[in-house]
């Protein structure tokens, strides 16, 4: 009996993303590398590339029963799990990807975490600056230090800029 077929997403290789999806299509596995039109300058042209939308993830749609095949796959480093499971990611999240990516170029992905330091970039809080305390999925708390005060406000996650990213030890 043959398993459904759900997204999974992969960890590559730096810089292996292009690569590994070929690998896979010359395997018969169904993948997608969201790839983002950026342009390029050089001092004497300009250029269109296509360049990884997510550094060192491709998405695969499989079945369970192929995941050591593309676990063999060169370039592969691993699943991305949860809950010590393969991840499993939402027909409807890999749509909303290519959806966007169809619509719009040079697309900039950011990931906002618990202590980052932001700048609010939009609304009446614009140019504001403080650590995120909490993310949402559409908004983060943000404490903003103003004539000695702390303000909590919940913003957009649209309307803020990352400007130093917490340093992760272990």
């Known amino acids: 009996m043959v398993s459904e077929k759900k997204w999974f997403a992969i960890y590559t290789r730096s810089r292996s993303e292009k690569k590994v999806s070929g690998l896979l299509d010359q395997k018969k596995i169904s993948n997608y590398c969201p790839l983002n039109r950026v342009i390029h300058q050089w001092k004497d042209r300009k250029k269109m590339v296509e360049e990884p939308l997510f550094s060192g993830y491709v998405f695969v749609y499989i079945s369970t029963d192929e995941i050591t095949t593309v676990k063999e796959t060169p370039g592969v480093i691993n699943f991305v799990y949860w809950l010590n ?3 499993e990611i939402k027909k409807e999240e890999i749509k909303v990807i290519k959806d966007f990516l169809t619509e ?11 202590n980052d330091f932001v700048r609010v970039v939009n609304g009446p809080m614009k140019e504001f600056e403080g650590n995120v305390i909490n993310v949402t999925k559409h908004s983060v708390k943000v404490y903003l230090e103003s004539l000695q005060y702390f303000m909590t406000v919940e ?3 649209d309307d803020v800029k990352t400007i130093k990213k917490t340093i992760k030890t272990t």
């Open 155 to 157: 913003i957009n996650i």
């Open 104 to 114: 719009y170029s040079n697309v900039q992905v950011q990931r906002i975490a618990v």
């Open 85 to 87: 499971k393969p991840a």
